[in-house]
C-alpha cells in the first residue's frame, strides 16, 4: 500500500496569514502517460463529512475560494492556504488514488493563533 | 443535486454485524459506484470497499475482506455496507461516497458524500 504522510500534525495560524500543509507519499503518484499527479485534498470541518477542495494535485474544485492551493509532483505535494479565515479551522487530508487501495494521510488540524 | 442520505447511528455488541444503508437521489443511481470510507475516532480515513452498482460486482480492501460485504438495492436507489465480527476497534464513523460526475474511469477522489453513520461497538 502507498502510505500517505502530513506534516505537520497540528498548526496555529494567525487569522490573515498562510497556512501550509505538506504531504508525502511513499511512492511516487506522477502517471507520465497523462502527465498527472493522482492527489486529491480534503478539508474535514468537526462533524461534518469530507469536502473535496483539490483533485489532480492542484486543480481546484467548483466553488472552492481562490485562497486554496495545491502544488508538487511525484511524491511531495503542498496545501496552502493564502490567507486564513475563520472557517477554514478544519481537519485537511491528502488522499492518493494511484494505486489501489486509495489511501489517506493521517490528517492536519489547522486552528486559529 | 446529489444526495446520499445514511441510516442512523447504531450500537452493537462485539461479535454483532451492522449494515448501514445509503439512499441516493439527483442521479442515475446506476452510473456511479459507491464507495464506503471508515473514519474510527483520531484516525485517518480508510476506504473499505467499492460496489459497481450498474453490475454489482464488489472489490474490497485487503484489510476488511471476509468481514465487509457491499450491495445494492437498484429498485430503492439505495447501497449497504455490512460488517460482520464487530470488535471495540471498529467503532467509527462510516461515510459512503461517490466520485465527481465529472470523472473519467481514472479518477477516484470524492465529492459527494454522505452524513456519516456512527456505529459503537460496546458490550
Known amino acids: 500500500d502507498i502510505v500517505v504522510t502530513q506534516s505537520p500534525d497540528s498548526l496555529a495560524v494567525s487569522l490573515g496569514e498562510r497556512a501550509t500543509i505538506n504531504c508525502k507519499s511513499s511512492q511516487s503518484v506522477f502517471y507520465n502517460t497523462n502527465n498527472k499527479n493522482y492527489l486529491a485534498w480534503y478539508q474535514q470541518r468537526p462533524g461534518q463529512p469530507p469536502k473535496l477542495l483539490i483533485y489532480w494535485a492542484s486543480t481546484r474544485e467548483s466553488g472552492v475560494p481562490d485562497r486554496f492551493s495545491g502544488s508538487g509532483s511525484g511524491t511531495d505535494f503542498t496545501l496552502t492556504i493564502s490567507s486564513l479565515q475563520a472557517e477554514d479551522v478544519a481537519v485537511y487530508y491528502c488522499q492518493q488514488y494511484y494505486a489501489t487501495p486509495w489511501t489517506f494521510g493521517q490528517g492536519t488540524k489547522v486552528e486559529i493563533k | 443535486q446529489v444526495q446520499l442520505v445514511q441510516s442512523g447511528a447504531e450500537v452493537k455488541n462485539p461479535g454483532a454485524s451492522v449494515k448501514v444503508s445509503c439512499k441516493a437521489s439527483?442521479?442515475?443511481?446506476?452510473?456511479?459506484?459507491i464507495h464506503w470510507v471508515r473514519q474510527a475516532p483520531g484516525q485517518r480515513l480508510e476506504l473499505m470497499g467499492w460496489?459497481?452498482?450498474?453490475?454489482?460486482?464488489?472489490k474490497y480492501s485487503q484489510k476488511f475482506q471476509g468481514r465487509v460485504t457491499i450491495t445494492r438495492d437498484t429498485s430503492a436507489n439505495t447501497a449497504y455496507m455490512e460488517l460482520s465480527s464487530l470488535i471495540s476497534e471498529d467503532t467509527a464513523m462510516f461515510y459512503c461516497t461517490r466520485v465527481p460526475a465529472y470523472c473519467g474511469d481514472d479518477c477516484y477522489f470524492f465529492d459527494s458524500w454522505g452524513q456519516g453513520t456512527l456505529v459503537t461497538v460496546s458490550p
Open positions: 439527483g442521479y442515475t443511481f446506476t452510473s456511479f459506484p
Open positions: 460496489i459497481n452498482t450498474g453490475n454489482g460486482n464488489t
